[in-house]
């Protein structure tokens, strides 16, 4: 090993002295885990201290840093104690954990700064490590490695399934995972309980090498993450038993002690078990070498012919065939994108990308959560991620998508196949809650563009944007209405018809959009007169045009291929100042298969439905 | 094997007929799945005609009935298929499949009577079948078997390993899945290929019996069926090498055929190579037993005895103790109730039902995915699945939430810890986005009660309700603020504080209604008037109420411990017809770790804020 190592008796007291951290920090804090995090101090300080992690703790971004993510995240007294034993982290600050104004939160959060990512939703960190990994092996070409600390109660979760599989296909031997089996969860025993040959086998039958060690005992402990760091192909687990409250006997391996401090009582009697604690001491981390990264982007060579072909008004296209032309045509302004796809990229049109760039493109396979996990990693290793799948899948990995706005990620979600729109399939494909989903976040720009001029445009929007995003994608063509030099932006919207004449406001996006042109059509011709507006961006909305727009309406109608919760409708309904009634048409019979043509007029959203809702305002 | 049995020679003509049938039904809908359909073909004949699957095809609803879950959905064409070949369906309404006014959707939904559960979204049927398996082993301990078609490609899907581990670990001998190993995704090979031997290691290691058998081979099929059949506490997987495209050699192990049905001429092509066919063949299906099921309820000894103690009005207890003591006092009266919950039953509650009744209750470990799937099979099976984790959680599993309203369900889900007012530990584990996501389900209540009288009211009410509903429960400790007597209804609210000098209306629900209530107190030694509604239930919600309080309120404002999108705010907003401005209030700041207190007065929700926002409104 190279760089400054501590030895055994150092880290043994650096031990000791975490274990003291966690024990006031928790006790100060009136609540957290102490003997979640108790379990894992001898495997943390030793990949710490043992001259494994490599680590500049003055530049905690340095491109060749080991990174290190607690999917444990309840056992954060741990992480940040670490720290402390670190130097990095003094006593006080340790005894603000959980206040408000303090960077140690219940979970680990970026406040503090040397947590990877937001933690705390179990089974998500192993694939916000992968991603990691693979942005170093197969992107920056570095040789930092990525650690994961895992819990046992955790591997219940699917996602941690997801991400063992993803991680030996690709040979991600640049990642080694730590299991904490200390046999307990939060109310009682977890399904294996002790039973790390059961771990053992599964794991080593989804392509992992494992090792058994005692989680107590530091030479073990040594030796394991020794062999892992030999690994260049096979990522490691090492499957650790241990005893969770592990150092204070009264609550070691006792059930019914999750989730709880000690009382001031409880601590003293627990340090005085601890015995004597040396606060003089630091421990030494290895330094990491210093390595450049490898050259991003588009090689000169590989660029297709088609590459920014303008789109001609009228012109059909399907705005997911233009999601995947716009990431080929933009990769060569925007180096970090990588692309990622949940095996549907013939339907996302990904695969565009991907045939152009197979070296930045990554099959997810059929495992949505791993692939939302592995989009956070990649962006908090600077690239910048766009990841697809139908709409309606994205709701498996909402919890990660959630999660992720907590890591101020940097992740460009595409779902395609949205609504009832796309026909025969039936409701089991249809993205009908999508949109709801993404507006919840914090910070995520929602955009759903009706042709494939705004789309091209809202794609390199979104990629020189920093935060999420989300563009939704229709299945059918539908017609350009755009000029190529159209202009696009965060909040912005498109008034498409407008007239002194107007009478009501018709508010559509994505296909609803083309079906209010054709009831503009139809209606001009009995001599009345609706304005269009484009909503091609739902979050943040431009609540001017639309509140301008209502001052000169009877109503505003919306109109969406979408439940109504949540939804356009919703969204506009929610704009303060308005000044007439708001009418929702969206989906609200129970869909099925059918022809788009036909599941729109039952669900009240086609052209007729808004002729029929204009008419209705009209003569009320 | 008991039963009417077809011998080899048929089930081959019959497999030679579902053929046809598949290839007929899929080129006339112009669209489907006929390659994925063909790889499966004889492992469904073989089970459905081989004497195994017990089926009286006249009672679909028979409790002795063998189940069958098709998880890869997208073989529809061969679940009609089958039920033809029985005789149940004839081909003229084959020829229908996809059609807007067909049963024969392009995923199986309920519409087509064979099928128990709406599938499409893939590695979702496992879940459902151990739900089933689980119903028929523990509770209505009755002798049939579920079966589970699974596709090769969705066992890269998470859930996938949360059932199987969950199935062994609860010991369902009487659940045999199919693996249809045909190597081909939707755009390419499968992350294992071909590769079953890694599949059985993987499947056996998480607790199941396997068999490797050549998927198109009658007897050695029928030999695995056999085997099955013949364990009594342990899975079964048959794990299956097929073709793709199997029958029709241009079509066959090719790449690119997925999703695609033939041409007209394709299919002519293809109806030659498959030979003479016999449509005058009708396959027999085995007869099931007849045996009554298991008495339900609890039994008289084992009552609690503080079974329905009364409230007090000013008591303080939080809404999920409520909930836990709510499901055990109502189960006398619905016995058909079973509570899962996914390792959390000490902070949902859950566990009070669980200590009185562990009989039905079952532990789901850290899985939420599979708990839904579970609880969509228990109802289907004629229970009421209460299921519970924290709010936030139930996001992990969105998309089998999406899906069981295309089954008719009827799951009782339950959310604790909503809300930033969980306190110190932090943003991961806060539920801000529950409302939204329940309320897009089409027909599914959303409650959201503030005390403990309501609670319990709601929860029975819950129980009552035919379809899915969503109880909201809160962390901290809320004062009892109903009489016992009082009564709760669907689509119901309570107007709690109300005068003829009332200038501005508040709607809450669950914490924010006691900020409000505190707000009203302090307004009113100002000498300010305003009506507090309880707006217990936010879907549907109680238009009626909300309008007859705008019309005389200056402002409505609404307050939530939920982001604005979907939430509270949004559903009053909505409400057509309503004559005064809203105000939302809701949490718009990144969420974090600190005191229930300084975090509902940092995103403004408070009885500071709630005061603000009415001066605001007054003043203006």
Request: with cysteine; charged share 25%; aromatic share 8%.
């Amino acid at each position: 090993m190279e760089g400054p190592v501590n030895d055994l008796k150092t880290i043994e007291k650096l031990s000791r002295l975490i274990r003291y951290y966690i024990l006031v920090s928790t006790t100060s804090a009136g609540s957290g885990h102490p003997t979640s995090s108790f379990s894992s101090v001898e495997l943390m300080s030793t990949l710490f201290f043992g001259g494994f992690f490599k680590f500049d703790p003055a530049k905690p971004d340095h491109i060749n840093n080991d990174r290190l993510i607690f999917s444990k995240g309840h056992a954060s007294p741990l992480l940040y104690s670490l720290w402390a034993a670190a130097g990095m982290v003094d006593e006080s600050q340790l005894l603000t954990l959980r206040d408000f104004n303090s960077d140690l939160e219940g979970h680990p959060t970026p406040r503090f700064k040397y947590a990877e990512a937001s933690t705390g939703s179990l089974g998500q960190g192993l694939s916000i490590g992968f991603g990691m990994a693979l942005s170093a092996k197969y992107i920056d070409k570095l040789p930092y490695r990525t650690y994961v600390l895992l819990g046992d109660s955790e591997m219940a979760e699917g996602s941690q399934w997801e991400a063992l599989q993803l991680t030996s296909y690709y040979k991600l031997g640049n990642l080694t995972a730590i299991l904490d089996v200390n046999r307990l969860g939060q109310r009682g025993e977890t399904m294996l309980g002790r039973d790390t040959s059961v771990y053992e086998e599964r794991i080593k039958s989804f392509g992992w090498k494992t090792i058994i060690v005692n989680g107590h005992n530091i030479e073990e402990i040594t030796k394991a993450y020794d062999i892992a760091f030999e690994n260049s192909d096979v990522p490691t687990m090492i499957i650790a038993d241990t005893v969770k409250g592990k150092g204070v006997s009264f609550i070691e391996d006792i059930d019914g002690w999750h989730g709880k401090s000690l009382s001031g009582d409880q601590r003293d009697k627990a340090l005085i078990e601890l015995g004597k604690i040396d606060k003089g001491i630091v421990g030494k981390l290895a330094v990491p070498v210093n390595i450049k990264k490898a050259g991003q982007g588009p090689g000169p060579g590989n660029r297709d012919k088609n590459k920014d072909r303008p789109y001609k008004i009228g012109d059909l296209e399907s705005t997911r065939e233009a999601y995947g032309k716009a990431l080929r045509d933009i990769y060569e302004d925007f180096p970090d994108i990588v692309v990622l796809d949940a095996e549907v990229s013939n339907s996302t049109y990904a695969k565009i990308f991907g045939d152009n760039y197979p070296e930045r493109f990554f099959e997810m396979f059929i495992a949505e959560q791993n692939m939302v996990g592995a989009a956070l990693g990649l962006s908090l290793r600077g690239k910048i991620p766009f990841i697809s799948t139908f709409a309606a899948f994205f709701s498996r990995a909402f919890d990660q998508i959630r999660m992720s706005q907590y890591s101020n990620t940097n992740i460009k979600f595409s779902g395609s196949h949205c609504g009832v729109s796309i026909g025969p399939d039936g409701a089991s494909q249809m993205g009908l809650e999508d949109i709801a989903m993404f507006r919840t976040l914090i910070n995520c720009s929602v955009f759903y563009p009706c042709d494939a001029v705004s789309t091209k445009a809202l794609v390199r929007l979104s990629a020189s944007l920093k935060g999420n995003s989300y563009i939704r994608t229709t299945r059918m063509d539908t017609p350009i209405v755009y000029d190529n030099k159209e202009s696009f932006k965060i909040g912005g919207s498109k008034i498409l018809k407008e007239d002194s004449r107007d009478i009501i406001t018709v508010c559509a996006a994505g296909i609803t959009l083309h079906e209010s042109l054709k009831a503009y059509g139809e209606l001009l011709k009995e001599n009345i007169h609706i304005k269009i507006i484009d909503i091609y961006c739902i979050k943040p909305i431009d609540e001017k045009t639309v509140r301008d727009a209502s001052l000169k309406s009877k109503a505003l109608i919306t109109v969406e291929d979408h439940f109504p919760e949540g939804g356009l409708g919703e969204a506009i309904c929610s704009i303060e100042g308005t000044a007439c009634p708001v009418h929702i048409l969206a989906v609200r019979k129970m869909p099925r298969s059918g022809s788009p043509e036909e599941l729109m007029s039952y669900e009240s959203i086609s052209k007729e439905a808004i002729i029929k809702k204009v008419m209705e305002v009209i003569n009320t």
